[in-house]
């Protein structure tokens, strides 16, 4: 697949979520087969005036490459703005939220809230084309709710207004991620324009991705919480869509090692202080398959620096 200017080796992609694909989760995602990776979405007004927090949210190195950088806004200006800083940040893709659901997002006219505005969205899409060099693309959901699909709309506009692909979330706006996706709206959305089409939703183990992409006909796949705890759902997809052998599930070295290496990158990418706010969530993902999971949650919580939580991954994974 291409995404514009883009080569994308094969369809099977991160998709972005807050708070979990951040710098270190999408390196380990890619060592282990994602072709694309997206970070998750950012404030385009805190991105336009260069915030400290919203830069260290869009971090990015070329080892990733290619990977997407995403925000989230309503304001033309502020948009083109933000694209532009993504772009310098090294991003290869700028992908533009318009499925957010959160409340204060809704409230602000942004994120979910423009899919009942097919027209402002192509309008922004515009603005930020203008703008940059490296390919825009958009993340939409079906409509604003079940009663409204808004989706083929809004791709048609997107792609005359310039976007290079479009990714659809499968469920409405008002569902947020409760509940079955309608892989069917990916489809509808597939065949009615040219650029490539990605999808999400529901992919929970690796021939969900194959069966995603052989029903809708989708050029890619995006895994969301799918791959929390277990990103060998990636080397696994990509195996099978590939016609590869079948990859089995890791066993514990093989978590201990993925899980140490993101408690290393995550200590040296935020400090002491907010790796371990952090880590303890991330960490219990991986562990859920442990015999003593419960002992493993209880002790992660008392844990005070790196060298403890090496220690507790070592003891619980190995043994
Ligand atoms: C915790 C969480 C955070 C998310 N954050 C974002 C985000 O920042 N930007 C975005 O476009 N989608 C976000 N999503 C949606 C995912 O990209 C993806 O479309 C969705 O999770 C697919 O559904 P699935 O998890 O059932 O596979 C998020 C999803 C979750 C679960």
Known sequence: MRIGSVAVSHPITLAPMEEHTNYPFRLICKQLGASLVCGERVDACDVAKRDRRAIKLLHTSPTERPSVGQISGNDPKILAEAAKV????????VDLNFECPI??????GEGGALMADPPAIARLVEAVVRAVDIPVTLKIRSGPDAERETAVEIAQLAERAGAAAVDVHARSVAQSYVGGPDWSVVTRVKQAVQIPVMGSGGVREAVDAIRFLKETGADGVAIGRGCLGNPWIFQQARSLVTGGATVASPNLGERARVLLQLVASEFDFYGNHL????LPRVACYFAKALPDFASFREAVQKVKNEQEFKRLVREHFVG
């Open 86 to 93: 993504v772009a310098e940040q090294g991003f290869s893709i």
């Open 275 to 278: 790796a371990l706010k952090r």
């Open 103 to 108: 409340r204060r997002l809704i409230g602000r």
